[in-house]
């Protein structure tokens, strides 16, 4: 079977490209509750606990957590090389911009569709936060 | 975002790479939330906390020659002399990080307060200034006890607020966002310093984020009961403001506090919800190993308070007794004769230290008390159990709690 691919506009907050297997998550992500060495999900009650976010096309409502425990917990991910390829959220808040400035990683909003619609894990997204596309390519 | 001809040449690094990166973080957070341009702040509170994330930003703008066009006040990271002639099991990685942190923000020019009350005596906002204060116990309170405007800011967002003079235009800045969605009606009996903390922890778990307003207070707070207030209310929740009317400056009524629009929740907070809190914070009793006060500094208010109860007192052997403060407060703290007071009875005032540092190493596999939720949840300890000042300064004196 032939897979789809679908590219949906996106709204640029942090510029880059990046790209990989989507990780869907409908729970706010505190990225200080991920092991540092590994990006697996630590935070026990957590719907992606156990799994790993290393690499991954991360979507996900929004942050959480105090702003130097968010900050310093996705600079750490970015330290040991895990940290994920792009995010991409339905509302950014400071912390989570400044989070995703120091790493360099790009952070998209304000998908032209429901991302929680249109992707699923599993999918490989690629995100080109300069061009302010996101493409989708169903598994 | 609209920019300026000298913004725009900031982007283009004319004015150093330092200056660059601050106001490119700026750019970022303006267009995540639609703002139209940036506005002039007064002044900014950066959170300093001595990791590594903290260090990257502010080593960047450091080594980038940036330097605050505002007054910029640090946080507590820790006293790092005192605290390596005391214990020789501080990790050296973290302490050299810690000194890093330390020295990058003297290069940028920010003023080393290392404390987390800098309304107090550093850097004191104004009514309707606009600022950029980060440390979550400061950002209510300079928005609602004092009434200047801030967002609830990163440590390195404040950090390029005050590099660049200005922040994008967005929520708390913009008086529309400024209204209260939720009605907080206390029936509790609000006696003393440590009932505000627990009414700031229940109102913080109750309403989550928001902007509470509070009724029923009869009297008005003391400066530590909203410090109190603000502090704990963000431990477990995310309050950047709340009104208590007639208490607070920015609004004289309930309805003025909701702009004229209340569809919000509505929560009661009797005495029965604080002693709730109180009895959710007892995890344990019996040996304590250390009593922890300060957190947020201890104002000279308190350090009197502490030397009040222990005058003429002894220490119990097992318990390290600590005090965090500011500089200044240590200063006029000691020129009262609070700090050789507590020294006497065997306690111990520290400068520039909050407790989330590796200084309290020490500490990893003990069991103490403090009278805030903020340090106990922090988790530098095996167990913090939290109660009453008064009961702290006995249970250090007993050796016991309970």
């Known amino acids: 079977m032939k897979s789809s691919e679908i590219t949906l506009k996106c709204h640029k907050i942090i510029g880059g490209y990046g790209e990989g297997e989507a990780l869907v998550s409908h729970e706010p992500i505190c990225f200080y509750l991920t092991d540092p060495k590994t990006g697996v999900v630590r935070e026990r009650s957590h719907e992606l606990a156990g799994k790993n976010i290393a690499s991954k096309v991360l979507v996900f409502p929004s942050g959480k957590a105090s702003s130097v425990v968010q900050i310093d917990g996705l600079f750490k991910l970015a330290l040991h090389n895990v940290a994920p390829k792009a995010l991409i959220v339905k509302d950014a808040e400071t912390v989570l911009i400044v989070s995703a400035f120091l790493v360099k990683v790009p952070l998209v909003d304000r998908l032209e569709k429901d991302p929680f619609e249109i992707i699923r894990s599993g999918d490989f997204v690629k995100v080109d936060a300069e061009k302010c596309r996101v493409t989708i390519t169903m598994k | ?402």
């Not at chain 2, 973080?25 to 300093?48: N, Q, T």
């Not at chain 2, 309050?239 to 607070?248: A, D, E, K």
């Open chain 2, 1 to 402: 975002m609209y920019l300026t001809k000298e913004e725009e040449r900031i982007l283009a690094g004319e004015f150093g790479e330092g200056t660059r990166k601050a106001l490119e973080l700026l750019v970022a957070i303006g267009d995540a939330y639609d703002a139209e341009k940036m506005i002039p702040i007064s002044r900014a509170h950066a959170a300093s906390s001595g990791q590594e994330g903290d260090l990257y930003f502010v080593e960047l703008l450091a080594d980038g020659g940036a330097r605050c066009r505002v007054p910029t006040s640090t946080n507590p990271v820790y006293d790092i002399g005192y605290f390596h002639r005391l214990f020789d099991d501080i990790p050296e990685d973290e302490a050299e990080v810690a000194r890093r942190v330390m020295e990058a923000y003297k290069q940028v020019g920010a003023i080393l307060s290392w404390s987390c009350i800098p309304y107090m005596a550093e850097n004191i906002p104004l009514y309707s200034e606009n600022v950029a204060f980060s440390e979550s116990s400061a950002t209510p309170y300079v928005n609602s006890v004092i009434g200047a405007r801030t967002n609830r800011e990163a440590a390195q967002s404040a950090l390029a607020a005050g590099v660049i003079g200005k922040v994008p235009e967005y929520g708390l800045l913009i008086r529309e966002n400024r209204k209260g969605t939720h009605l907080v009606e206390v029936e509790a009996s609000l006696k003393d310093e440590f009932d505000y903390t627990l009414l700031g922890y229940y109102v913080g778990k109750r309403v989550g984020y928001g902007i509470p307003v509070l009724t029923g207070i009869s009297r008005q707070p003391s400066t530590e009961e909203f410090i109190n207030f603000c502090a704990m209310s963000n431990v477990s929740g995310a309050i950047s403001m709340f009104y208590m009317p007639r208490f607070t400056v920015e609004a004289s009524t309930v309805e003025e506090a909701f702009q004229g629009d209340f569809s919000g929740d509505r929560i009661t907070v009797t005495d029965r919800e604080l002693k709730e809190c109180y009895e959710e914070l007892q995890t344990t009793s019996g040996q304590i190993d250390f009593v922890m006060l300060g957190c947020p500094h201890y104002t000279l208010k308190q350090l009197g308070d502490v030397a009040r109860l222990l005058n003429g007192k002894k220490i119990h052997d097992g318990v390290a007794f600590w005090v965090c403060t500011s500089a200044t407060g240590k200063v006029l703290a000691e020129r009262n004769g609070y700090v050789s007071v507590i020294e006497k009875a065997g306690g111990r005032v520290v400068v520039d230290t909050c407790i989330d540092e590796p200084c309290w190493i020490a500490y990893k596999n003990k069991v103490g008390m403090t009278d805030s939720p903020k340090c106990a949840y922090y988790r530098r300890f095996k167990e913090a159990m939290v109660a009453r000042l008064q009961d702290c300064v006995e249970a250090a004196i007993r050796g016991r709690w309970g």
